[in-house]
């Protein structure tokens, strides 16, 4: 079955501390991994996508991992500032069937608080 | 570029009541889906659009949910009637790229049912 698993549920931290979200999945094809951050009240907004050759890339003071041969995946956090309390989720794609029907598999979010 | 657009941004209405939600995807992306995200939890699929063609409604309660998008750019999410347990925030997202490609998020409508 499908599924994509992450933890901590939630996370509170200092401001300027850094933190490492974690992802777990048993998708398959598996296709790409993209991380999103989505602030309260907001849709998601994508901040990472990696495929099964990448095992690492940054976009600012985030940093994505991907372990395509356990299956995991982790989203590292440095300096953390106020503005990154928000839910990040992380999306599983496998590659698209015959049918054509949904291959996007979500984790159910972390929600990071970021306190002064 | 303009972003997904969703209105309302908020709605309050009592169970068994109908409501309708609607969506305009960014100009251009041909793939259109349609989330429900119940507090604390990931969004789920309901509806997947390629243009005005359905690709994949296999989570969208038929019995109650229904939903269209006429000439292949906007579309409308309609809840007949409402249930308590209908009440989340509903997310529409467009992609250019089919399945698999990033996807851009409306922000959302939260819709409580009473």
């Known amino acids: 079955k499908n599924q994509v698993e992450q933890s901590p549920q939630s996370l509170i931290i200092l401001e300027g501390k850094n933190c490492t979200l974690q992802?777990?999945?048993?998708?398959?094809?598996?296709?790409?991994l993209r991380w999103y951050k989505q602030d309260t009240g907001r849709g998601p907004v994508s901040l990472t996508i990696?495929?099964?050759?990448?095992n690492t890339k940054s976009n600012g003071r985030y940093t994505a991992t991907l372990d395509a041969d356990t299956k995991q995946s982790s989203l590292h956090i440095t300096a953390s500032q106020l503005s990154d309390s928000a839910s990040y989720i992380c999306?599983?794609?496998?590659?698209?069937?015959?049918?054509?029907?949904?291959?996007?598999?979500f984790g159910t979010g972390t929600r990071l608080t970021v306190i002064p | 570029e303009a972003g997904v657009a969703q209105s309302p941004r908020y709605k309050i209405i009592e169970k068994r009541q109908s409501v309708a939600f609607w969506c305009n995807p960014i100009s251009g992306h041909a793939t259109l889906y349609w989330y429900q995200q119940i507090l604390g939890q990931g969004p789920k699929l309901l509806i997947q659009?390629?243009?005005?063609?359905?690709?994949?409604d296999s989570q969208l309660p038929k019995d109650r949910f229904s939903a269209e998008r006429l000439k292949g750019v906007d579309s409308t999410l309609k809840i007949q009637p409402a249930k308590l347990e209908d009440s989340a925030v509903y997310l529409c997202?467009?992609?250019?790229?089919?399945?698999?490609?990033?996807?851009?998020f409306g922000p959302g409508t939260r819709l409580t049912v009473l």
């Open positions: 997202a467009s992609s250019s790229e089919g399945q698999g490609g990033e996807q851009f």
């Open positions: 999306v599983v794609s496998a590659f698209p069937s015959e049918t054509g029907a949904n291959n996007l598999f």
């Open positions: 990696m495929t099964f050759s990448e």
């Open positions: 659009f390629q243009n005005n063609g359905v690709v994949d």
């Open positions: 992802c777990n999945y048993t998708v398959s094809p598996f296709s790409n």
